[in-house]
Each structure stands twice: as C-alpha cells, then as structure tokens.
C-alpha cells in the first residue's frame, strides 16, 4: 500500500492527502495548525462559494473532508528531515518513516531584524546545521533561536564544533537547554567582521567572538526543512519541477513554499499536483 508524510495542514497539504488517501496510500499529516489560510477573514475569490467564507472555516472543512478519508493528522512541530531507511520526518516528540514525503508548509522564513545579518549570509550565517555544521569543526558556533527547532540545530553542533553556545534574543527558553550547550539571553544588536563573521554586537555593548551563527528562529521554515536533506531551493522557494517533484526521490512540495502566486486555488492544484506525483512513484517501488 506504502506509507506517504506530508508537512503542513493547509489547502496544499490537505489537498494532496485527499488524493493520496483515495489512491489506498496510508496517508499522515503532520501539523500545528499554523496554516496563513487562519489569518484570512473573508475569502471571496475560490470558486464554488457565492458568498465569502472565512479561512478558518475553509481550512476546518478541508480538514474534516481529509479526516473522513481516513488521513490522520498529528499535532506535532517538525524539527528535521533526513533520509535513514526511509525518508525520515522528525519532531520534538517523535520520527515518523514514509515512502514519500511532501512539504507544504507555507512560505514563512523566520529572519531576526538584525544590523548586518543579510551581508553575511554564507559568510559564517546559516540557516541549516546539519548542511554547513561540517564548516565549522572546532570553532566556536552560535544558534539564534529559543524554541525546540533552535535547541534542534544546537543538538546537531555538539558533535563537531568546539562550543555551542544559544542565543535567545532576549527571549525565554522554550524547551530544556541540552547539556554542553550554554545559553545567552541577552538581545543580538548585529554581527561585525570583514570578509568573514568574528562576531556578535550584543544590545548591552559585549562583542563575543564567533565563527558561525545558525539561524532557528521559531519553527522550521519549507527551506529549512528542505535543505536538511539536500533539496534544491531558490531563494526563499522550494525548486520543483512541472509535477511539484524535487530533486531528492520522494520528495515532493507545494503551495506557498513553490513561489509563485500566494493563493489557495494555487496551493490546492499544487496539492493535487505532487499527491497524484507521489502515488506513481510509490506504486513504482512496488
């Protein structure tokens, strides 16, 4: 029958279940409920409605049309994507293993407002520690972030740099700081240094000398996710093909992570799109 994840419970992800589901592929989404569709008062331009319909209910619709198919939807935050076995999701609780996954977890990057962090983005400024962690053996890192994906990224510098340290931003922790790991809470005012980062500014005047800084604010954006894995990204979008495939076998996206037009007609094709992609290719394993 084969086994099928998709991140995100919004009009892409949901819709792609709907297909996957009908197709006899046990089908799982994994999602917090942080759909862009919630924040949408009316909706007046989806075919089939004479008269505009808040987003909160056209999600719930979905959502029970999916359930009544027999899709499962868990309520967890997705922290990793890795390839073991199987194409592996993890999340703060748990992994769950598919033959395919799909990414339709919106478009949202969490990108700090910080003095020079753009100047230095691939120059000691990353957004994935297990991709560009290898970089920074034995030198002293730093994950800005205060959640469970942020303490994620800090579990995965331990075993190669010399120190770890997290960087709040002058936010409370939300989670248990892992052993080896210390923690700053104090505001980053901006990063300094010539060609490559040597350090942080600190609101209160301390410079503290580092070689990389991780970025993890909030949850793990559809990029974040992707490049975990090796996935192509342009930008802040996903790279898909015509059938919403990504380069990494298996892995599909669709929605507002693809780029494009940020509309629900767009993201419930695209849904349709990689559902219909990811049963050809499970039927093709056999």
């Known amino acids: 029958?084969?086994?099928?994840?998709?991140?995100?419970?919004?009009?892409?992800?949901?819709?792609?279940?709907?297909?996957?589901?009908?197709?006899?592929?046990?089908?799982?989404?994994?999602?917090?409920?942080?759909?862009?569709?919630?924040?949408?008062?009316?909706?007046?331009?989806?075919?089939?409605?004479?008269?505009?319909?808040?987003?909160?209910?056209?999600?719930?619709?979905?959502?029970?049309?999916?359930?009544?198919?027999?899709?499962?939807?868990?309520?967890?935050?997705?922290?990793?994507?890795?390839?073991t076995e199987k194409l592996t999701v993890t999340t703060k609780e748990n992994q769950y293993m598919g033959d395919a996954v799909i990414i339709a977890t919106g478009s949202v990057r969490n990108t700090p407002k910080i003095k020079e962090l753009a100047r230095f983005e691939g120059?000691?400024?990353?957004?994935?520690?297990?991709?560009?962690?290898?970089?920074y053996r034995g030198k002293d890192v730093g994950v800005l972030g205060s959640g469970e994906y942020a303490i994620h990224e800090a579990m995965e510098l331990l075993p190669v740099a010399q120190k770890v340290t997290l960087f709040s931003n002058g936010e409370e922790l939300k989670g248990t700081l892992p052993a080896g790991v210390s923690l700053d809470l104090r505001k980053v005012e901006g990063l300094e240094g010539e060609n490559l980062l040597q350090a942080l500014h600190m609101e209160d005047g301390e410079m503290v000398p580092l070689s990389g800084l991780f970025i993890a604010q909030g949850v793990a954006g559809s990029t974040d996710l992707a490049r975990k894995i090796g996935a192509g990204t342009e930008g802040n979008r996903i790279a898909v093909d015509a059938h919403m495939a990504t380069n990494i076998p298996g892995l599909y996206a669709a929605g507002d992570c693809t780029g494009g037009l940020l509309q629900v007609a767009k993201a419930v094709y695209e849904g349709a799109e990689a559902g219909h992609s990811a049963i050809k290719y499970i039927r093709s394993l056999g």
């Not at 759909?35 to 331009?45: Q, V």
């Not at 409605?49 to 999916?66: F, M, N, R, V």
């Open 1 to 83: 029958m084969g086994t099928i994840l998709i991140i995100g419970g919004g009009p892409a992800g949901v819709s792609a279940a709907l297909y996957t589901a009908r197709a006899g592929i046990d089908t799982t989404i994994i999602a917090t409920n942080s759909s862009s569709l919630i924040k949408a008062k009316e909706i007046e331009n989806y075919y089939g409605y004479e008269s505009p319909i808040p987003g909160q209910e056209l999600l719930e619709a979905g959502i029970k049309q999916a359930q009544r198919l027999g899709v499962t939807f868990i309520p967890e935050e997705v922290i990793g994507l890795s390839y």
């Open 123 to 135: 120059a000691g400024v990353s957004y994935c520690a297990v991709c560009d962690g290898f970089f």
